[in-house]
């Protein structure tokens, strides 16, 4: 069964200061995956995505992951994180086989930003 | 337009009580997704729709959780007599197409309470 692993529940970081959050996954296919952010009160944005291609995606909010099959990781990195990006972050991974848009998430970091 | 809408957006019930919880889509969005978030895990998917069509229900907890979508727009969730571990955020989320069903716009939530 497909599964994410977010080995790192919570995580806190100085503003200014690089970020990377792990993600890893279980998936016998190349999978579809996903970054998304939920900040307090508000619904989940999504932050980028990978179908295939290019393994390092660009995304919103200057985010970037880099997708590494040898690894089954997608990790989600920052240079220079800000105060704003304090919030809850997901890694999830599209049922791939069937199309439907089933996403498998993750248990979830939580971002905190020291000023 | 307006993003994915869900009311109400916060629900207390008793034990027992039935409630309904209600989505309103992106106009002109074809697919929509309902799913399960508890407190401090990430969304659990429930069941899916394309149009009035309910695809995929195997996230469905137990035969109290119904859900529908009538005329292939707005999507109510019903649950009926709620027990303490319905309590959850519940989100909605839409996507143009089959073809783009990964590209989903998640709506706030409602936030469930079963005393």
């Known amino acids: 069964a497909q599964s994410v692993t977010q080995p790192d529940i919570h995580i806190t970081v100085s503003e200014g200061a690089s970020l990377e959050l792990r993600c890893n996954y279980s998936y016998g296919a190349t999978p579809y995956l996903f970054w998304y952010v939920q900040s307090p009160g508000q619904g989940l944005q999504l932050l980028l995505k990978?179908?295939?291609?290019?393994?390092l995606v660009q995304g919103i909010k200057g985010f970037e992951a880099e997708f590494k099959r040898s690894q089954s990781s997608f990790n989600l990195r920052k240079p220079s994180v800000h105060w704003s990006d304090a919030a809850e972050y997901f890694c999830a991974v599209g049922h791939g086989s069937s199309n439907t848009g089933k996403l498998i998430f993750g248990q979830g970091t939580t971002l905190q930003v020291k000023p | 337009g307006a993003g994915v809408s869900q009311s109400p957006r916060y629900k207390v019930a008793k034990r027992g009580q039935d409630v309904a919880l209600r989505c309103d889509p992106i106009?002109?969005?074809?697919?929509l997704f309902w799913y399960q978030q508890a407190l401090g895990q990430g969304p659990e998917f429930l069941t899916y729709f394309q149009n009035e069509a309910q695809l995929d229900k195997s996230g469905l907890p137990s035969d109290r959780f119904f859900a529908e979508r009538p005329e292939g727009s707005v999507s109510t969730l019903k649950i009926q007599r709620t027990q303490q571990e319905d309590s959850a955020v519940y989100l909605c989320?839409?996507?143009?197409?089959?073809?783009?069903?990964?590209?989903?716009?998640f709506g706030p939530g409602t936030r469930l309470t079963v005393t």
């Open positions: 989320a839409s996507s143009w197409s089959l073809d783009r069903a990964y590209e989903q716009y």
């Open positions: 106009s002109g969005h074809v697919s």
């Open positions: 990978y179908f295939s291609g290019d393994t």
